[in-house]
Nanobody, 121 residues
Framework: QVQVEESGGGLVQPGGSLTLSCAVS????????MGWYRQGPGELRQMVAI???????NYSNSAKGRFTISRDNAKNTINLQMNSLKSEDTDIYYC???????????????WGQGTQVTVSS
């Protein structure tokens, strides 16, 4: 009923930039918080940046000052502009959305399949 699709990952040199995009589609009533998370092999998934429907934003300490999350409520999309990338930013990045499906009153969490970000020279 709900699809979450990420795009924009890839290989970039240290100091470079990437923009990740995420689009949510399906039988949607409302989307509340959306965000980006990262996960490495054998590690827990960690929050990178989240944005509420009203535009309130939280960043991880490592993302502050380098990454910018933005949201388009009309298109059900979010972007993550990542600047000054470091090798330690290498991970799989996942889009997350809290969605109320049409006909429901309770929200459920949906995840995308993930997009690989590799920062290497």
């Amino acid at each position: 009923q709900v699809q979450v699709e990420e795009s924009g990952g890839g290989l970039v040199q240290p100091g470079g930039s990437l923009t990740l995009s995420c689009a949510v589609s399906g039988s949607i009533n409302t989307i509340y918080t959306m965000g980006w998370y990262r996960q490495g092999p054998g590690e827990l998934r960690q929050m990178v940046a989240i944005i509420s429907r009203a535009g309130n934003i939280n960043y991880s300490n490592s993302a502050k000052g380098r990454f910018t999350i933005s949201r388009d409520n009309a298109k059900n999309t979010i972007n993550l502009q990542m600047n000054s990338l470091k090798s330690e930013d290498t991970d799989i990045y996942y889009c997350n959305a809290l969605v109320v499906v049409s006909g429901n009153t309770k929200g459920d969490t949906y995840w995308g399949q993930g997009t690989q970000v590799t920062v290497s020279s």
